[in-house]
């Protein structure tokens, strides 16, 4: 089985967290018998100058083919024209990459192409596809089908790269409702739950990650980027009514300066934390030393940090967003609340309130492990060649 994955969201030198999870299911994949895994990863550059802007100077310095933590992964560039519109992306990424996977196929034909992300991802395996003779899935992660699914720029080419696929993928129940609440075909979507490394993320003693983070009382943590979408603004304006608690964000994005100026007014600075984009290989040491994760999310398919904080034996306190009562079905993980701050506030109290079994909590996600998620894509591909 030789499988051609499309992925815009994908780890690399520059951006080493950007969609590890798709890394780790593609690792999966790759190591089992009989199935052989080539990533093209392609990377937006805008035309000189711009290309020349801090931004994009460290993804024009990545190599165009390597082998990335076993991946054998492409890394073509494809034009991206700032202020045109996002409209024209599958087109342009088409165009770039159809070269290089025309001669990859040639030298070994693929089997079918994987898109893991449904925007430009999707509709540019539909091209692609199409030009080899090759039939193809797309895999819905949550905003790809939130954001581009609704915009009406963007809205028919997801759609139809939806129609024409041999089957798609959802990460959650909820998140396949809303597809086909969009007009996608529910008889070719399957649920297909993301996977955790159960040894890594497991409960352990976080005093010394606290120590060295100088935090007393309780911790509180999010985890994700720093986006409107993310709402960590409702847990700062929770801040001032969870005495003694610091609130510690892991993660980077453009909402950053205004969390900072917004903790400044509510007078909680010195309680909320900017550890920036903290490396994967580390997180389990702040999720396993936080009394609670909490991310009120607008939007979300099923949030990997969700499944990683529940490993590590935290609870979570979420909004309801995507699988949010897909993962929460047992009370002790953690409790679905209302995106106020007060309402916040009442349900962190309330987990900090009680005596957590990080090993009740852990057991939660117990069937979330890579080795089940690769099984289940190993099945699905099989199922998606054999047409």
């Keep these: 089985m030789r499988i051609l994955t499309l992925a815009t969201l994908f780890p690399n030198a520059a951006r080493p967290n950007f969609g590890i999870f798709v890394e780790r299911q593609a690792a999966q994949l790759a190591s089992r018998r009989g199935v052989d895994v080539t990533v093209v990863s392609p990377q ?11 931004r994009y100077r460290a993804l024009a310095a990545l190599p165009v083919h390597e082998i990335w933590r ?26 770039a990459i159809l070269p290089l996977v025309r001669r990859l196929h040639a030298q070994k034909p693929f089997d079918m192409v994987d898109a893991e992300f449904f925007f430009p991802d999707g509709p540019a395996a539909r091209t692609i596809a199409s030009e080899l003779g090759l039939p193809y899935s797309v895999k819905a992660r949550g905003a ?46 399957r649920v297909h739950y993301t996977g955790c490394d159960q040894e890594r993320f497991a409960p352990h003693d976080g005093s010394a990650m606290r120590a060295e983070l100088g935090i007393n009382g309780p911790m509180l943590l999010s985890v994700g980027a720093l986006i409107e979408r993310k709402r960590q603004d409702l847990v700062i304006r929770a801040l001032p009514m969870l005495e003694g608690a610091t609130f510690v964000l892991a993660g980077a994005g453009d909402q950053e300066r205004s969390y900072r100026t917004l903790a400044a007014k509510l007078g909680v600075t010195d309680r909320v934390m900017f550890a920036g984009s903290v490396p994967h290989d580390d997180l389990p040491r702040w999720l396993a030393a936080a009394d609670v994760m909490v991310l009120p999310s607008r939007s979300e398919g099923l949030a990997n940090a969700w499944v990683e904080s529940l490993a590590s034996g935290t609870p979570i306190v979420i909004c309801d967003a995507g699988g949010a009562r897909e993962l929460l079905g047992d009370a002790a993980a953690g409790t679905i609340t209302l995106p106020d701050p007060r309402a916040i506030a009442d349900a962190v109290r309330a987990v900090l309130d009680r005596k957590v079994d990080r090993a009740a909590v852990r057991a939660s996600v117990s069937s979330f492990t890579w080795a089940r998620n690769g099984d289940e894509l190993e099945q699905y591909f099989a199922d998606v060649i054999a047409g």
Excluded: C, N
């Design 44 to 54: 937006t550059m805008p035309p000189w100058p711009l290309s020349r802007h801090m």
């Design 70 to 95: 076993g991946l054998d992964v492409y890394r073509p560039r494809f034009l991206h024209l700032p202020g045109i519109g996002a409209h024209w992306q599958p087109a342009l990424l088409a165009r």
């Design 144 to 189: 790809d089908i939130h954001r581009w699914g609704h915009d009406r720029k963007t809205r028919e080419m997801v759609l139809q790269a939806a129609q024409d696929a041999k089957g798609l993928l959802a990460v959650s129940a909820a998140l396949k409702t809303d597809m086909i609440a969009l007009g996608m075909p529910g008889e070719k979507i």
